[in-house]
T-cell receptor
């Protein structure tokens, strides 16, 4: 069964520090990887997508992908209280008409 | 630019009553469309997806159904709601032949 695993948290990080969020996936054929942020009571919003091994940076966010280890992570530098949210990892299901499989999310709390 | 709408935003319905939730997408043609449900504190459960008008695939056997009468319109229905149908219903879209998904604002359904 295809799975995406995330630590549910909560992960508590001091303001200004680096928050590190991790995700593992089971299907070696997956090629597309996504991080979404979901504030309480709101819908998920896309933060980043990554398709190749290595790092991809966008502002304070860096996504890291290691297909050999089936591992994807999200780093948030200079964490702000506004970063407090649940972060969802999603991975494509190969040959599935563009479906994604979702992790349950990690709740991140940034302490001022 | 593309815009996705969902309504209503919140809904309280008695057990056994019918349901109709609507989702519309503007600014793109032939999008892939998805219905998800998110129970409190849980991840996203894919209910239905559609790659074109009249083409609906169901992921979870249940008392819900979906229809796509127009390219830009996706409707989630039920003839008789159950208590277990309570949750946050999210509609999402992606470009044709792509897997990055973008979410609408969601409908919070409470079945009493």
């Amino acid at each position: 069964q295809k799975e995406v695993e995330q630590n549910s948290g909560p992960l508590s990080v001091p303001e200004g520090a680096i928050a590190s969020l991790n995700c593992t996936y089971s299907d070696r054929g997956s090629q597309s990887f996504f991080w979404y942020r979901q504030y309480s009571g709101k819908s998920p919003e896309l933060i980043m997508s990554i398709y190749s091994n290595g790092d991809k940076e966008d502002g304070r966010f860096t996504a890291q992908l290691n297909k050999a280890s089936q591992y994807v992570s999200l780093l948030i530098r200079d964490s702000q209280p506004s970063d407090s949210a649940t972060y969802l990892c999603a991975v494509n299901i190969p040959d599935s008409n563009y479906q994604l499989i979702w992790g349950a999310g990690t709740k991140l709390i940034i302490k001022p | 630019s593309q815009t996705i709408h969902q309504w209503p935003a919140t809904l309280v319905q008695p057990v056994g009553s019918p349901l109709s939730l609507e989702c519309t997408v503007e600014g793109t043609s032939n999008p892939n469309l998805y219905w998800y449900r998110q129970a409190a504190g849980r991840g996203l459960q894919l209910l239905f997806y559609s790659v074109g008008i009249g083409q609906i695939s169901s992921e979870v056997p249940q008392n819900l159904s979906a229809s796509r009468p127009q390219d830009w319109q996706f409707i989630l229905s039920s003839k008789k709601l159950l208590l277990s149908d309570s949750g946050f219903y999210l509609c999402a879209w992606s470009y044709e032949r792509e897997d990055t998904q973008y979410f609408g604002p969601g409908t919070r359904l409470t079945v009493l």
